[in-house]
């Protein structure tokens, strides 16, 4: 099916729909929670991982087609979760999701995605949304689930031509964490799983974001730990538990954090996190915190948003890109040694190559398509990256990042 398109009548068993805004329409068997939605399609490459994709807060806004056709098939459990919600509105995939088999599962996929709130759609051609993402860009798509079969298909197709795409949204808000926390923990091991404590809030506004199972018992040298600063415009758990690994300390802030706030901490230095929407959006309050972190000299390291922060903090330009790039198999050139990295990547907007200023270096570009995927100050000790190292598709390939910035921090 090389273009999806079929007539408004529904056929037997139809339980999901998905409806573009000029009225193609596509049907499948619906899962997961029942009710409509509406948002950016984009398409994700990756044989796994699906629960980390959804509860990215990067895909706020957007619903996820799996080029993977066997999503679900290992269940959920609650370790594999990036944040403390869904953000991703719901999925599409090819095969109807069938029982868990895998020894780690505590809940089934449609179970899990129904308890969150997401709406997913099987039996859709998934190759052919890919190639028309590929084909038109990433449209604008209504969708729904209902047991009854019950659609209103011209309501769903209005909703999908009125929504105002990602253009000029500032997402980070709406997913940021409310409060300043704490973070204490390190990476995942399969026989202990994750060895952390609770994230804790430090003021009265509510209770941390993490929710973690055995104590944190803090080392004898936490004091001489290099302590970061992390600004939170979206950012997933196992960028902290890495952090940790590499030998620092945590405090998260919200996104609209003030840098008196910051400062008050006494950090060594600044993480720029992950997160959705228009960089340019979200620029309007965070580039001018960014520029005081910067003014201090202390070292700082952003990842995706916040890589494309720091470029517009420093006089460079994002874009929204034609499909944008999402999977776990993305390889990377690094220009200083020509060593290619295997990436894992979530973005739809990306720092334009040209016109950087002149005291940006760029450090990384895509080897699909040429596009920016790092750089790095070279009047400050700041740098950033296009993609996800915390992700470790490689799987070890980008951990030196995190090695690196703590390294900064501690001369």
Known sequence: MADPRSTSARP??????????????????GFGAEG?????LCFNTAMTGYQEVMTDPSYARQVVAFTFPHIGNVGANEEDVEAGA????????REAVTSPSNF?????????????????????DTRALTHLVRREGPPTVAFAHDAGGEFDLEELRESAAGWPGLEGMDLAKEVSRGQLEAWSGGKWSLSRGYEEGVSTSLDTNGAGEGAQKK???????????PHVAAIDYGAKRNIFRNLVEAGARVTIFPASARFEEVMAVAPDGFFLSNGPGDPAATAVYAVPLIKQLLATGKPLFGICLGHQLLALSVGGKTAKMFQGHRGANHPVKRLADGAVEITSMNHGFAVERDGLPANVRETHVSLFDDSNCGIELTDRPAFSVQYHPEASPGPMDSFYLFEKFVGMMQK
Request: proline content about 5%.
């Open 12 to 29: 037997d068993g139809a339980t999901g729909v998905i409806v573009f805004a000029d009225g193609r329409v596509i049907w499948g068997r």
């Open 36 to 40: 409509s939605g509406v948002g950016e």
């Open 86 to 93: 869904a953000h991703a509105l719901g999925c599409f995939v």
């Open 104 to 124: 780690r599962s505590t809940q089934d996929f449609p179970g899990w995605m129904a308890a969150t709130g997401r709406i997913g759609v099987s039996g859709v």
């Open 215 to 225: 104590p944190f018992v803090p080392s004898e040298v936490e004091g001489r730990q």
